[in-house]
């Protein structure tokens, strides 16, 4: 079975970057679809975006875009997000899941990490 763990949230100022891991026992990465979502306390999880194939195959959900950038290190087995010029709105827990072809809903992924917080102070 897949496992998903994420790592590195935490506080930031806004303005600031954050860099979030998701390391994974799966195998091939490149044989499935990883994504990160997010959810703030009171609101519905949010797509931030994903990643399959072959590693060019990138969408990002419209409030993230130009500012968030998803990698994936096949060998480290791990997927990665870049978040620059946080703001206070993007404070929530960010979890990384893994589905077979994934898409923007969370009913297209199958395996979900614990999550990870992350909060930016204005």
């Known amino acids: 079975q897949v496992h998903l763990a994420e790592s590195g949230g935490g506080l930031v100022q806004a303005g600031g970057s954050l860099r979030l891991s998701c390391t994974t026992n799966?195998?091939?990465?490149?044989?499935?679809?990883l994504g990160w979502f997010r959810q703030a306390p009171g609101k519905e999880r949010e797509f931030v975006g994903m990643i399959r194939g072959t590693g060019t195959r990138l969408y990002y959900g419209d409030s993230v875009k130009g500012r968030f950038t998803i990698s994936r290190d096949n060998a480290q087995h791990a997927m990665y997000l870049q978040m620059n010029d946080l703001k206070p709105e993007d404070s929530a827990v960010y979890y990384c899941?893994?589905?077979?072809?994934?898409?923007?809903?969370?009913?297209?992924?199958?395996?979900w990490g614990q999550g990870t917080q992350v909060t930016v102070s204005s």
């Open positions: 899941a893994a589905g077979a072809y994934g898409g923007r809903s969370d009913d297209d992924f199958d395996v």
């Open positions: 799966a195998r091939t990465l490149n044989t499935i679809a």
